[in-house]
T-cell receptor
C-alpha cells in the first residue's frame, strides 16, 4: 500500500449504531487530519493530530471521537450519529516542520458515510 | 490564514490552456499559496504551491503577482480528466499544517 488509505470506502449505519473509520498513512508523516465534506459544501477540518497528540478540535460534536494510536494510524469512532452527519469523511497526512515551508497534505480516497 | 476568492465555475475547451484566477488581497508575507483539486467524490490532490516566484511542475504553472495579492493557476493543455473543483489556499507554516478550503472553482473541460 502506498500513500493514504481509508477503510471502509462506503458505510451505511443507523442512528444507534457504533462504527469506526480507519485511516493509515504509509508516508512517514508526523501529522494527520480528519475532514468532513457534506454535499455541495467546502471541506471542513474536524481534528488535527501532530506527533499523536490532538492539537485541534474544531467544535466537533462528541458523537465523533478520534483516536491516534501511533503516527501511521488514525481512527474516527462514530456513535449515535444523525442523518445530517452523512458526508464524505477524508483523512490526510503531512510532514509538519514548525516555522519551515509548509508541506502539502496527502489525502486518502475518503469514506462515504450514510446515516439512516 | 488569508481568505481567498475564486470564481465559482469556468469552462475550458479540451487542449486549450485553462487559467484559474485567485484573489488573496490580505495575504501576509509569510503565507504560501497552494492549489489543490478534487475530482468528484475523491480526496483532494496537491497541484502546486509558491511564495513569491512563479512555479512550474509537471501538472501546472503558478503565476503570483508582484504584490502577491492574486495568483493564477495555469493548466497548459486541459484534458477531460482535468474536470474538477480547484481550490486556492493560502497558509503559513505555523498552523499545524492545516488547510482552510473554500468553495473553489468548478472547472469543466469540454471536448
Amino acid at each position: 500500500e502506498t500513500g493514504v488509505t481509508q477503510t471502509p470506502r462506503h458505510l451505511v449505519m443507523g442512528m444507534t449504531n457504533k462504527k469506526s473509520l480507519k485511516c493509515e498513512q504509509h508516508l512517514g508523516h508526523n501529522a494527520m487530519y480528519w475532514y468532513k465534506q457534506s454535499a455541495k459544501k467546502p471541506l471542513e477540518l474536524m481534528f488535527v493530530y501532530s506527533l499523536e497528540e490532538r492539537v485541534e478540535n474544531n467544535s466537533v460534536p462528541s458523537r465523533f471521537s478520534p483516536e491516534c494510536p501511533n503516527s501511521s494510524h488514525l481512527f474516527l469512532h462514530l456513535h449515535t450519529l444523525q442523518p445530517e452527519d452523512s458526508a464524505l469523511y477524508l483523512c490526510a497526512s503531512s510532514q509538519v516542520r514548525w516555522l519551515a515551508e509548509p508541506n502539502e497534505q496527502f489525502f486518502g480516497p475518503g469514506t462515504r458515510l450514510t446515516v439512516l | 490564514d488569508a481568505k481567498t476568492t475564486q470564481p465559482p465555475s469556468m469552462d475550458c475547451a479540451e487542449g486549450r490552456a485553462a487559467n484559474l484566477p485567485c484573489n488573496h488581497s490580505t495575504i501576509s508575507g509569510n503565507e504560501y499559496v497552494y492549489w489543490y483539486r478534487q475530482i468528484h467524490s475523491q480526496g483532494p490532490q496537491y497541484i502546486i504551491h509558491g511564495l513569491k516566484n512563479n512555479e512550474t511542475n509537471e501538472m501546472a504553472s503558478l503565476i503570483i503577482t508582484e504584490d502577491r495579492k492574486s495568483s493564477t493557476l495555469i493548466l497548459p493543455h486541459a484534458t477531460l480528466r482535468d474536470t474538477a473543483v480547484y481550490y486556492c489556499i493560502v497558509r503559513t507554516s505555523d498552523s499545524w499544517g492545516k488547510f482552510q478550503f473554500g468553495a473553489g472553482t468548478q472547472v469543466v473541460v469540454t471536448p
